[in-house]
Antibody
């Protein structure tokens, strides 16, 4: 069974750094792209970027490039999303999603990680 | 910058049929964009409903169907049920690994 298990909720202060994770199981982790998706409170889903764990080839949405860093460690079957300096506007639920083999849709989803940034 | 458009809200009566659409701010949606649809209820992760325009994901009831209508992708729910009340998002695959979400449609069943 394919599963994506995300790290737990975080409460941070503005200016702090953070790295959240998404661990894949039940499939060959290296061979499937993993995307990150943001959902701000009461808002819709936004595609942030995607990474191919085999070679860490990464693509970012223009809206998120330079704001976050997406990485992966295939040895531990885990993808990451990190911030160097959080802002209150980063408060959101973040989902990871595995792309399908043909790459055209999101086939499996993590449960989401709530990040709250507040002073 | 390309924007994916969806109706902000829609309502349908129980047992009724509703069609939600997904368009592009510039151009038409075709099968080459591999439109997909996702259902999300409050507090839950999205659930994949339809991919590659009209293929139902595993376990999705056949009352959900996808198509291209004119210049848009469409999600039709036939025989709507109370638990279909959710937010529905379409995703357009732009190529080079890049995807775009629509703003979502809040469907009310009443």
């Amino acid at each position: 069974e394919v599963q994506l298990v995300q790290s737990g909720a975080e409460v941070k202060k503005p200016g702090e750094s953070l790295k959240i994770s998404c661990k894949g199981s039940g499939y060959t982790f290296s061979f499937y792209w993993i995307a990150w998706v943001r959902q701000m409170p009461g808002k819709g889903l936004e595609w942030m970027g995607i990474i191919y764990p085999t070679d860490s080839d990464t693509r970012y949405s223009p809206s998120f490039r330079g704001q976050v860093t997406i990485s992966a460690d295939k040895s531990v079957r885990t993808a990451y999303l990190q911030w160097s300096s959080l802002k209150a506007s980063d408060t959101a639920v973040y989902y990871c999603a595995r792309r399908s083999a043909d790459g055209n849709f999101f086939e499996y989803w993590g449960q989401g990680t709530l990040v709250t940034v507040s002073s | 910058q390309t924007v994916v458009t969806q109706e902000p809200s829609f309502s349908v009566s129980p047992g009724g049929t509703v069609t939600l659409t997904c368009g592009l701010s510039s151009g038409s949606v075709s099968t080459s964009y591999y439109p997909s649809w996702y259902q999300q209820t409050p507090g839950q992760a999205p659930r994949t409903l339809i991919y590659s325009t009209n293929t139902r994901s595993s376990g999705v009831p056949d009352r959900f169907s996808g198509s291209i209508l004119g210049n848009k992708a469409a999600l039709t729910i036939t025989g709507a049920q109370a638990d279909d009340e959710s937010d529905y998002y379409c995703v357009i695959y732009m190529g080079s690994g890049i995807s775009l979400f629509g703003g979502g449609t809040k469907l009310t069943v009443l």
